[in-house]
T-cell receptor
Framework: DAGITQSPRHKVTETGTPVTLRCHQTENHRYMYWYRQDPGHGLRLIHYSYGVKDTDKGEVSDGYSVSRSKTEDFLLTLESATSSQTSVYFC???????????????FGDGTRLSIL | GDSVTQMEGPVTLSEEAFLTINCTYTATGYPSPFWYVQYPGEGLQLLLKATKADDKGSNKGFEATYRKETTSFHLEKGSVQVSDSAVYFCALGHTGGFKTIFGAGTRLFVKA
């Protein structure tokens, strides 16, 4: 168990409001990722982090920002939520057991976000 | 860039049938292939992996062999159970990169 907790697990909010999702890990793994999963699109990378304060964009980063001020926490923020951001969001980590980022990823249980 | 192609679903099988889900990839360098499984309402879980050419990964009766000459990593199981109903993702990690490339996923339904 890689000790990944996502919060909240479910959220309903309105268009235009800011939303922050949290991913917390207990084992100080270096690499963390945020994905969104939508029917017909599979899993798409939003942002990733390769260390404290070191982040980079994935393939669908528009409208999202991230922060990593501590090894254990990776936050995903929707500055002004839109209905197109309704999705299931997954956090993942890699680098377990000293492997590099190309090693297997371990996923949280997801956050189901609905924007009305 | 690197890409992963897996067979489209859904795949519907009867219990005890043989399962194959095809996965092929394009990549430079030394990729590491994986299979993940996602049960309803959960995140992806690593099912099996391979680390070098001709390696066979196996777990829970599932197997996949990393074939570098055909750039493939097909998933097989000799006798599926209803509890194997899930979505299966082929994926590729890559030395020197931070990202894992995921296939689109294949939904498997197993009927009793």
């Amino acid at each position: 168990d890689a000790g990944i907790t996502q919060s909240p697990r479910h959220k309903v909010t309105e268009t235009g409001t800011p939303v922050t999702l949290r991913c917390h890990q207990t084992e100080n793994h270096r690499y963390m990722y945020w994905y969104r999963q939508d029917p017909g699109h599979g899993l798409r990378l939003i942002h990733y982090s390769y260390g404290v304060k070191d982040t980079d964009k994935g393939e669908v980063s528009d409208g999202y920002s991230v922060s990593r001020s501590k090894t254990e926490d990776f936050l995903l923020t929707l500055e002004s939520a839109t209905s197109s951001q309704t999705s299931v969001y997954f956090c993942a980590i890699s680098g377990v057991g000293g492997q590099g980022p190309q090693g297997p990823q371990h996923f949280g249980d997801g956050t189901r976000l609905s924007i009305l | 860039g690197d890409s992963v192609t897996q067979m489209e679903g859904p795949v519907t099988l009867s219990e005890e049938a043989f399962l194959t889900i095809n996965c092929t990839y394009t990549a430079t360098g030394y990729p590491s292939p994986f299979w993940y499984v996602q049960y309803p309402g959960e995140g992806l879980q690593l099912l099996l992996k391979a680390t070098k050419a001709d390696d066979k990964g196996s777990n829970k009766g599932f197997e996949a062999t990393y074939r570098k000459e055909t750039t493939s990593f097909h998933l097989e199981k000799g006798s599926v159970q209803v509890s194997d109903s899930a979505v299966y993702f082929c994926a590729l990690g890559h030395t020197g990169g931070f990202k894992t490339i995921f296939g689109a996923g294949t939904r498997l339904f197993v009927k009793a």
